[in-house]
């Protein structure tokens, strides 16, 4: 919308008009709040996620399956005999220990939890195979099989990969764990908790340690 004010002839101005005009240039600071340019948006928040780094580098693991640390490792990254990092020179035990656990704990963090609709998929499989059974005994006259035994009384539930590591670690040492996951091929925990389906037979490797089988 524009607005034009035209004056043919000052002298000739009423003051009625006059103050209507003075009224009108008055009131220009409030139109131009109401009709000016909109106000800039504020900055949105950054993101917090963006700058959060992980804790430990993702790159190689030694023989135990713990990253370099800058902390506790020496700088020239070299490994012992036995395949662990070198540790650095005057470094203390505490430290090294405090720094073992903090990765442990960022390692369970990660693991990724077992989810309702797998398990339901199983469950459906499971009773369309129970079902087809049924009706191939019913077509060729067979019995039907006997029930499953119990299970014994030492054997473990199935368990995910954060309860697996709360349970073996408050049984077992990291390094009887370590050895029980090279026992089955893999290079260290971080790919057991990639790979849950190898977490039976690690946890049978455990079990036959504790017993003095291996």
Known sequence: MAV????DDA?????NEAAAINAFFSTLPQLKQLYGAPASQPNAAPDPSQDVEPLFNSGEVDSRGYPWDERIHASTQAKNADGTWRNKRGVSKELVEEVEAEFREQLQAAAPEP????????????RGLRELERLERERIGTPPPPPPAPPSPTAQPEMNFQQFMEYALSKFTVDDVVAAVHGEGLQGIDQLALSPQHIPAVLAHL???GSGEE
């Open 11 to 15: 002298m000739a101005v009423t003051p």
């Open 115 to 126: 989810t309702d609709v797998a398990q339901e998929e199983i469950s459906e499989q499971e």
């Open 207 to 209: 079990q036959a340690l």
């Open 4 to 7: 034009k004010i035209s004056i």
